[in-house]
């Protein structure tokens, strides 16, 4: 399914860079005919890789006439971590959505690609904990510790 998902992933992105207004709408039942799937799978595309935390809003509508609209956001990493600090500073941070963080402040000079790298590095080694809930609070109390070490302070504290 990845290839899939990473085939539509694109294709709905380039639909979006090509969109004069900034937003495309298509049929659920239409996308998963070009790509030969069932709804379903377009679904956990747009579940998984059109998430707000990523920079996008879903629309979707059921039935017949079912739509799904697809709009992009340029969230400056500010309000991405305005979005995400409820979550780390609860200890429920999942990987991806922080990775999404660091990729962010990554992008917007914050931090070097060495700093990324590392960063990553320490978030990657949490995979040796076999119970995931352990992961995830250490995961939060980490990137907590890295925003502080990185900002003085923890923001929006």
Same mark, same amino acid.
């Given at each position: 399914?990845?290839?899939?998902?990473?085939?539509m992933? =694109?294709?709905?992105?380039?639909?979006?860079?090509l969109?004069?207004?900034?937003?495309?709408?298509?049929?659920?039942?239409?996308? @998963?005919?070009?790509?030969?799937?069932?709804? *379903?799978?377009?679904?956990?595309?747009l579940?998984? %890789?059109?998430?707000?935390? %990523?920079?996008?809003?879903?629309e979707?509508? %059921?039935?017949? #006439?079912g739509?799904?609209?697809?709009? #992009?956001?340029n969230f400056?990493?500010?309000?991405?971590?305005?979005?995400?600090?409820?979550d780390? @500073? @609860?200890? %429920?941070?999942? =990987?991806?959505?922080?990775?999404?963080?660091?990729?962010?402040?990554?992008?917007?000079?914050?931090?070097?690609?060495?700093?990324?790298?590392?960063?990553?590095t320490?978030? =990657?080694?949490? *995979?040796?904990?076999?119970?995931?809930?352990?992961?995830?609070?250490?995961?939060?109390?980490?990137l907590?510790?890295?925003?502080? @070490?990185?900002?003085?302070?923890?923001?929006? =504290?």
């Amino acid at each position: 399914m990845s290839n899939l998902a990473n085939n539509m992933e =694109d294709y709905l992105k380039k639909l979006l860079t090509l969109s004069a207004s900034g937003y495309i709408e298509i049929k659920r039942k239409e996308l @998963a005919a070009k790509f030969r799937c069932v709804p *379903s799978q377009v679904n956990y595309v747009l579940e998984t %890789r059109f998430t707000l935390e %990523r920079g996008f809003l879903v629309e979707s509508r %059921r039935g017949g #006439k079912g739509f799904v609209s697809i709009k #992009k956001f340029n969230f400056p990493a500010q309000q991405l971590l305005s979005i995400l600090m409820p979550d780390i @500073a @609860a200890g %429920r941070i999942e =990987d991806e959505k922080a990775k999404m963080l660091l990729h962010k402040i990554y992008e917007e000079k914050y931090i070097s690609f060495r700093e990324l790298r590392l960063m990553e590095t320490v978030l =990657d080694t949490l *995979s040796f904990l076999e119970e995931e809930s352990q992961q995830v609070k250490l995961r939060s109390m980490l990137l907590k510790n890295m925003l502080i @070490a990185l900002t003085g302070q923890f923001p929006f =504290d």
